[in-house]
């Protein structure tokens, strides 16, 4: 069981805007720690998509957006397209076990 | 272009020790001030970090596995090894090599992210 709570998967159609929840607790998001998220296709390694929360790395589309609240984060994407197939993970710190956690991740499907 | 590429045994026996190397292309480990992870998927599953190092040698490592966890640097190959002690089926997973960037926020928080990553090696432990 991940320390980052994130629904298994989240769908939608084409152009059609996703949102994915990483839920955390007060030793990690709701303690002020960054959130990060990781994108993954099937049989490859994870990218990162977003880093401290809200910024986007150099080649990744605006459709991508990070947000953080409290003990949460979300990663909304819109314009959906088939490409976006994939899992994403969100990835913070917990200080309460003084590492880098994971949460379970998200598979995007589009309809 | 910095590029990771990770090598290692594909196959380890229960009980044995699993060592892996991360070979760094496009960038000298020694003349930057970059930190060094690892971090591992079981089959179907999630991702798990490992542990990370600094090119000059201070470790943090995932408290579950940090008894068993050793990693090293090594500048004259341009290489950062993982040592995985007394392994189990449980340590089936596809291990991969990553670059993190640390930094404290406003808060003095310290942060992790990792923004470049190996291709990842799969490791069966099976006797």
């Known amino acids: 069981q991940s320390v980052l709570t994130q629904p298994p998967s989240v769908s939608g159609a084409p152009g059609q805007r996703v949102t994915i929840s990483c839920t955390g607790g007060s030793s990690n998001i709701g303690a002020g720690y960054d959130v990060h998220w990781y994108r993954q296709l099937p049989g490859t390694a994870p990218t990162l998509l977003i880093f401290?929360?809200?910024k986007r790395p150099s080649g990744v589309p605006d459709r991508f957006s990070g947000s953080k609240s409290g003990t949460s984060a979300s990663l909304g994407i819109t314009g959906l397209q088939a490409e976006d197939e994939a899992y994403y993970y969100c990835q913070s710190y917990d200080n309460s076990l003084s590492g880098v956690v994971f949460g379970g991740g998200t598979k995007v499907t589009v309809l | 272009q910095l590029q990771l590429q990770e090598s290692g045994p594909g196959l380890a026996k229960p009980s044995e020790t699993l060592s892996l190397t991360c070979t760094v292309s496009?960038?000298?480990?020694?003349?930057?001030?970059?930190?060094w992870g690892w971090i591992r998927q079981s089959p179907g599953k999630g991702l798990e970090w490992i542990g990370s190092i600094y090119y000059g040698g201070s470790t943090y490592y995932n408290p579950s596995l940090k008894s068993r966890v050793t990693l090293s640097v090594h500048m004259s190959k341009n290489e950062i090894s993982l040592s995985l002690s007394s392994v189990t089926a449980a340590d089936t997973a596809v291990y991969f090599c990553a670059r993190p960037t640390f930094y404290y926020d406003s808060s003095d928080n310290y942060n992790w992210y990792f923004d470049l990553w190996g291709r990842g090696t799969l490791v069966t432990v099976s006797s």
């Open positions: 401290t929360n809200n």
């Open positions: 496009g960038a000298s480990i020694s003349g930057s001030s970059y930190y």
